[in-house]
C-alpha cells in the first residue's frame, strides 16, 4: 500500500525568519495540529502497521543546497503522519532512511511538499 501526502506551500527548513529554529514552540504545535489534520483527510483511512519506505519530495522556486536544511524540513510533517497514526512509528526502525528529492517550480503558487509512503514486504 502507498498512501501519498500533501502539503501546498512552502514547508520551511532550519534556517532564517521562517525556519525552525525560529519558530515559537506554539507556532510549531500549530502547524503539526494543521498538518495533522490534513494528512488524515488525505490518507483516507490508510493505516501503515509496520515498516515503510518515506519518500519526500519538495517543489520550491528554490533549491535548498544544504542537505540538513532539507533533512530537517521532514520533522514536523512527520510528527504529524505519526499523530494521524498513518505510520506506527517516526523512529528509523520504521521509516529507515528516508528519500530526498527537489524539484524547481516556476512560481510560488506551485511550492508543495510531497510525502510518499509505501510499506516494506520483508521476505
Known amino acids: 500500500m502507498t498512501t501519498i501526502l500533501t502539503i501546498p506551500g512552502r514547508?520551511?527548513?532550519l534556517n532564517g525568519k521562517e525556519g525552525l529554529i525560529n519558530l515559537h514552540y506554539r507556532d510549531r504545535a500549530r502547524l503539526k495540529e494543521m498538518w495533522t489534520?490534513?494528512?488524515l483527510s488525505q490518507a483516507k483511512g490508510n493505516r501503515h502497521a509496520g515498516k515503510v519506505e518515506v519518500i519526500i519530495t519538495r517543489y520550491g522556486i528554490k533549491i535548498m543546497e544544504d542537505f540538513d536544511n532539507l533533512a530537517c524540513?521532514?520533522?514536523i510533517p512527520m510528527d504529524a503522519v505519526k499523530n494521524a497514526h498513518i505510520i506506527k512509528d517516526d523512529k528509523m526502525r520504521i521509516i529507515g532512511i528516508p528519500e530526498f528529492r527537489q524539484v524547481r517550480v516556476a512560481s510560488e503558487s506551485l511550492e508543495?511538499?510531497?510525502m510518499e509512503i509505501t510499506d516494506v514486504v520483508e521476505p
Open 11 to 13: 514547508v520551511h527548513g
Open 37 to 39: 489534520w490534513l494528512f
Open 73 to 75: 524540513t521532514m520533522k
Open 112 to 114: 508543495k511538499y510531497v
